[in-house]
T-cell receptor
Framework: SQQGEEDPQALSIQEGENATMNCSYKTSINNLQWYRQNSGRGLVHLILIRSNEREKHSGRLRVTLDTSKKSSSLLITASRAADTASYFCAQRDSSYKLIFGSGTRLLVRP | NAGVTQTPKFQVLKTGQSMTLQCAQDMNHNSMYWYRQDPGMGLRLIYYSASEGTTDKGEVPNGYNVSRLNKREFSLRLESAAPSQTSVYFC??????????FGSGTRLTVV
């Protein structure tokens, strides 16, 4: 399978804490993207990091990319109950395909 | 609102029946995709269309066919539905250097 792996599979934290999710992938990439999926809903694009970038920020989100280790991480700072969702990383290679990992289920307790 | 529209939202089929899932986007994107998502799993690519007039197989194409009708529309057809095709189906569109925009999904049950 071309799918990457995400770690942890599930994460439960208290509101206000930071949440870190990790993603590993197998092939060379053009870019790596993170998505959020609320229960029973479609996926929402959060952030895209290109292969020549090492870190990117968007509001409370921080994404890092290490192409030598074929890994990425997503940090959500000062988490809120509304951040409860599944988070997926997806790798885009030189074709137009986007390959998704299995996701991390995040629960933020009020 | 601009985005990706999928129809229908829900469908129940009997084994062996056929159906077509419709998808349309109004963002003038060149590329469109069909994914399936099974419980507790990520998305798996069924077929994609890099541009109007082209289609290619993804990870799990068996049992499906697609048609890129025009730049806006990309349909997915199940010729003879099987219980293993029970899933949630998502259509998406994109431009090469930007994130994907997903539809809200079609929940398909094959009994």
């Amino acid at each position: 399978s071309q799918q990457g792996e995400e770690d942890p599979q599930a994460l439960s934290i208290q509101e206000g804490e930071n949440a870190t999710m990790n993603c590993s992938y197998k092939t060379s990439i053009n870019n790596l993207q993170w998505y959020r999926q609320n229960s029973g809903r479609g996926l929402v694009h959060l952030i895209l990091i290109r292969s020549n970038e090492r870190e990117k920020h968007s509001g409370r989100l921080r994404v890092t990319l290490d192409t030598s280790k074929k890994s990425s991480s997503l940090l959500i700072t000062a988490s809120r109950a509304a951040d409860t969702a599944s988070y997926f990383c997806a790798q885009r290679d030189s074709s137009y395909k986007l390959i998704f990992g299995s996701g991390t289920r995040l629960l933020v307790r009020p | 609102n601009a985005g990706v529209t999928q129809t229908p939202k829900f469908q129940v089929l009997k084994t062996g029946q056929s159906m077509t899932l419709q998808c349309a986007q109004d963002m003038n994107h060149n590329s469109m995709y069909w994914y399936r998502q099974d419980p507790g799993m990520g998305l798996r690519l069924i077929y994609y269309s890099a541009s109007e007039g082209t289609t290619d197989k993804g990870e799990v194409p068996n049992g499906y066919n697609v048609s890129r009708l025009n730049k806006r529309e990309f349909s997915l057809r199940l010729e003879s539905a099987a219980p293993s095709q029970t899933s949630v189906y998502f259509c998406a569109s994109s431009d090469p250097n930007y994130g994907y925009t997903f539809g809200s999904g079609t929940r398909l049950t094959v009994v």
